[in-house]
């Protein structure tokens, strides 16, 4: 048996290899076998996941919560100590000073990453700033939207707050942060399909003991998820996406 393991496509490029790390240790100790898959964009992913063939994901709080409740993914793990939040950050010779600044038809890149609009505009709210009121600027990636930024052809760009911390030390000197969420109870999560429940303890039991072992910590270092993972509770994971319909309103 072969088990499709989906990253979502939110990670920064210098994780590529833990990720294919993770994937390895995970199919010695699991005994299961099982294939990665890192689509590069969020509509790659969705044509993946069209094709009803990817028993497990790691996925963004976003598509999550359509997976769970309207796909009938299992929630069992997520990365602990790691909330989802997000950056709003200008170019450092910007004369965007605050929020505040931001004004009507201003210019926004941003990535297709759906949990951070959401949580984006809900820190524009100081600004007076709605979806409707923003020359919204589409971009492939962070590193991109961080170019457009410094260059000054957007105002402002959004950011996963994890890959803004990972951009080069340059980069980050030449941007500066206007504002940072701080929900800490909106995060990634470990989803298995319905149809492979009869594998998850196996799958769970692995995941979740990554760091117990010697080594272990050096997968767990080029994920940048340093302290591993934790169990997450179908409950746990209701009151999150209540958190985020909450967001939404």
């Not at 990365?79 to 910007?94: F, L, Y």
């Not at 600044?101 to 709210?125: F, H, M, S, W, Y």
């Not at 009151?239 to 309103?249: A, E, G, N, R, S």
Request: proline share 5%; aromatic share 6%; net charge negative.
């Amino acid at each position: 048996m072969t088990l499709n393991f989906l990253i979502a496509p939110d990670f920064a490029p210098e994780r590529f290899a833990g990720w294919h790390m993770l994937n390895t240790l995970l199919q010695r100790r699991s005994g299961i076998h099982l294939h990665l898959l890192t689509p590069a964009s969020p509509g790659e992913q969705a044509a993946l996941l069209a094709e009803d063939k990817v028993d497990l994901v790691y996925a963004n709080p976003f598509d999550a919560a359509d997976m769970i409740r309207n796909q009938g993914y299992v929630p069992f793990a997520r990365p602990v100590g790691c909330s989802d939040e997000m950056v709003i950050a200008t170019g450092a010779e910007s004369d965007v000073q605050r929020l505040e600044d931001l004004q009507p038809g201003c210019r926004i890149a941003l990535t297709d990453n759906k949990d951070v609009k959401l949580i984006g505009l809900r820190l524009l709210e100081p600004a007076d700033l709605d979806e409707s009121l923003i020359k919204w600027v589409a971009v492939d990636s962070f590193q991109a939207t961080a170019r457009l930024t410094i260059k000054g052809e957007v105002q402002a760009g959004f950011f996963l707050a994890d890959a803004y911390a990972s951009l080069s030390r340059m980069t980050r000197s030449q941007l500066r942060v206007l504002v940072e969420s701080r929900i800490s109870d909106i995060s990634h999560v470990v989803l298995a399909h319905p149809r492979i429940v009869g594998e998850l303890p196996r799958i769970s039991e692995a995941l979740l003991g990554i760091s117990a072992e010697r080594g272990d910590g050096d997968v767990l270092e080029a994920l940048g998820l340093a302290k591993g993972f934790e169990p997450m509770t179908q409950e746990e994971a209701e009151f999150m996406i209540d958190l985020m319909d909450t967001l939404l309103d």
